[in-house]
C-alpha cells in the first residue's frame, strides 16, 4: 500500500510560479505510473501529467504543456510538478497518483492506471 502526501500548494498571482511535491510512502522504484490529476470546483478531476518512473518517460495533457514540468528524485520517492505561467483557469486542488505501470493508460493519464490517491493541495492562481 502506497501511501502519498502532497505538499506546495498555495495562492499566486497569473504568471507566478509554484512547485508541488508529492511523497511516496515507500519507493516507487521499478515500474510505476505516477501522475498528477487536478478538480476545480463543479467539475470533474482531470488528469495532468504523468510519468513512468522506471523509463522517465512524461506525458501531459495540452493545457500545460510547455509550462508545467513533472518529475521524480532519484530515490524515487518524491514526485514534483513544477508549475510555471500560472492562468487563473490552472485553479484546483491538485492530487497525486500512483499506481503499477500499465502502458498507454500512464501515457494518457487514464484513471485506471492508478490505485493510489494523495488528499490534495488547493492551488489558486488569482488575475
Known amino acids: 500500500q502506497v501511501q502519498l502526501v502532497e505538499s506546495g500548494g498555495g495562492s499566486v498571482q497569473a504568471g507566478g510560479s509554484l512547485r508541488l511535491s508529492c511523497v511516496a510512502s515507500e519507493t516507487t522504484y521499478g515500474s510505476y505510473c505516477m501522475g498528477w490529476f487536478r478538480q476545480a470546483p463543479g467539475k470533474g478531476r482531470e488528469w495532468v501529467a504523468s510519468?513512468?518512473?522506471?523509463?522517465?518517460?512524461?506525458y501531459y495533457t495540452d493545457s500545460v504543456k510547455g509550462r508545467f514540468t513533472i518529475s521524480q528524485d532519484n530515490a524515487k520517492t518524491t514526485l514534483y510538478l513544477q508549475m510555471n505561467s500560472l492562468k487563473p483557469e490552472d485553479t484546483a486542488m491538485y492530487y497525486c497518483?500512483?499506481?503499477?505501470?500499465?502502458?498507454?493508460?500512464?501515457?494518457?493519464?487514464?484513471?485506471?492506471?492508478?490505485?493510489?490517491w494523495g488528499q490534495g493541495t488547493q492551488v489558486t492562481v488569482s488575475s
Open positions: 510519468i513512468y518512473t522506471s523509463g522517465g518517460w512524461t
Open positions: 497518483a500512483a499506481g503499477p505501470y500499465s502502458g498507454s493508460w500512464c501515457g494518457r493519464g487514464d484513471q485506471r492506471a492508478f490505485g493510489y
